[in-house]
């Protein structure tokens, strides 16, 4: 590996924990309405838009 490919990878790496974080807040909104929190609790709990609750809410 030379150091070219450092930063690439560091890239994809820090991709790949952003698309973790948003995947696990997703899973989230399910338990959390179950918990009696309204669309717009969750909503800003997670720091997701409405929308975003809502069609997870819809999945």
Do not use: C, F, H, Y
Not at 10 to 28: C, D, F, I, T, Y
Request: net charge positive; charged share 15%.
């Amino acid at each position: 590996m030379n150091s070219s490919s450092i930063p690439n990878i560091s890239a994809n790496s820090s991709r790949l924990n952003r698309v973790g974080r948003q995947e696990a807040k997703l899973e989230a909104i399910p338990r959390l309405l179950a918990l009696g929190l309204s669309i717009e609790q969750v909503a800003v709990a997670l720091d997701l838009t409405v929308a975003q609750v809502q069609q997870a809410a819809q999945n």
